[in-house]
């Protein structure tokens, strides 16, 4: 079984500052994690993934995430916070093995509120 | 560029009525998804469609039907409504690679009465 864990339900941080959302996964073999985040409203949107390869991964507006498989840490990070960047945002891991291909698994969302 | 469509966006119905969401890509992926989102819990998969002609369930199947109509559409019933099913229903689809993203609408708000 896969799942995954976002342990803080609210983030708030000062615009300007560094900013981190946590996640931890647990799967039997090898993941593949993902990022999204959620404005008001409005459906997922994709952020960034972690497939093989480089732990430290970019996407977009500035995000990226690290990958520490000893911890089991999918964390997401972006050096200086913008007011915009405050919503709802969701880590997701899929195990890669046969069967349970193509379904995600989401943390319960982290709600990042940037203040000016 | 459209992506994913879902309609209706909001909708209220009483106890035992049905209804169907609609859902519809434009970027010709094989795979589509429903999930629902309900406040603490994420999002939990209820049905998804790997290619066309083929559905499975997910995490909370009870109470839903699903139909694939084509590479386009995929659908998700209601036949007879309860309380415990008001939530925010997102369609999804994604390639056909595993590690592709999924790409969301923008949810349909149902609240049952």
């Known amino acids: 079984a896969q799942s995954v864990a976002q342990p803080e339900d609210q983030v708030n941080v000062a615009e300007g500052n560094p900013l981190t959302v946590k996640c931890t996964y647990s799967v039997s073999g090898n993941p593949y994690l993902f990022w999204y985040v959620q404005y008001p409203n409005r459906g997922l949107q994709f952020l960034l993934k972690?497939?093989?390869?480089?732990?430290l991964v970019k996407g977009s507006y500035g995000f990226e995430a690290e990958f520490n498989k000893s911890q089991t840490s999918f964390h997401l990070k972006k050096p200086s916070a913008l007011v915009s960047d405050s919503a709802l945002y969701f880590c997701?891991?899929?195990?890669?093995?046969?069967?349970?291909?193509?379904?995600?698994?989401f943390g319960s969302g982290t709600q990042l509120t940037v203040l000016p | 560029n459209a992506g994913v469509t879902q309609t209706p966006k909001f909708q209220v119905l009483k106890t035992g009525q049905s209804m169907t969401l609609q859902c519809a890509q434009d970027m010709n992926h094989n795979s589509m998804y429903w999930y629902r989102q309900d406040p603490g819990m994420g999002l939990r998969l209820i049905y998804y469609s790997a290619s066309e002609g083929t559905t499975d369930k997910g995490e909370v199947p009870n109470g839903y039907n699903v139909s694939r109509l084509n590479k386009r559409e995929f659908s998700l019933r209601l036949e007879s409504a309860a309380p415990s099913q008001t939530s925010v229903y997102f369609c999804?689809?994604?390639?056909?690679?595993?590690?592709?993203?999924?790409?969301f609408g923008d949810g349909t708000r149902l609240s049952i009465l």
């Open positions: 999804a689809s994604s390639g056909l690679n595993s590690n592709q993203p999924q790409h």
């Open positions: 972690y497939i093989t390869g480089d732990n």
């Open positions: 997701a891991v899929r195990e890669i093995s046969s069967g349970s291909a193509r379904q995600l698994t």
